[in-house]
Nanobody, 116 residues
Framework: VQLVESGGGLVHPGGSLRLSCVGS????????MRWYRQAPGKEREKVAT????????TYADSVKGRFTISRDNLKNTVYLQMDDLTPEDTAVYYC??????????WGQGTQVTVSS
């Protein structure tokens, strides 16, 4: 099983980034997909979830209206479109694939830094 994130980087406040996460080694379409983030000295925070089939999404209050999660099951990929970024969004962003507590996989993370 592998989850590989990409798309992180340095962006100015107010800018945008799109993160991607490609999954392999499991039935991607059967898993709920999530993005988490962890800032230095803080606990890991769940940012967004997209459910199996893409029929529903949820967001942390801190990103509602600015971030959009989507998935393409044909490409085994989940995306996180991040707009109107602020320095408080600076963190390592992790992709997560969840089926149940025994089938719960993580990517290695991608750094997002928002700074002027």
């Amino acid at each position: 099983v592998q989850l590989v994130e990409s798309g992180g980087g340095l962006v100015h406040p107010g800018g945008s980034l799109r993160l991607s996460c490609v999954g392999s080694g499991f039935t991607f379409s059967a898993y709920h997909m999530r993005w988490y983030r962890q800032a230095p000295g803080k606990e890991r925070e769940k940012v967004a979830t997209i459910f199996v089939g893409g029929v529903g999404t949820t967001y942390a209050d801190s990103v509602k209206g600015r971030f959009t999660i989507s998935r393409d099951n044909l490409k085994n990929t989940v995306y996180l479109q991040m707009d109107d970024l602020t320095p408080e969004d600076t963190a390592v962003y992790y992709c997560n694939a969840y089926y149940n507590d025994a089938l719960d996989f993580w990517g290695q993370g991608t750094q997002v830094t928002v700074s002027s």
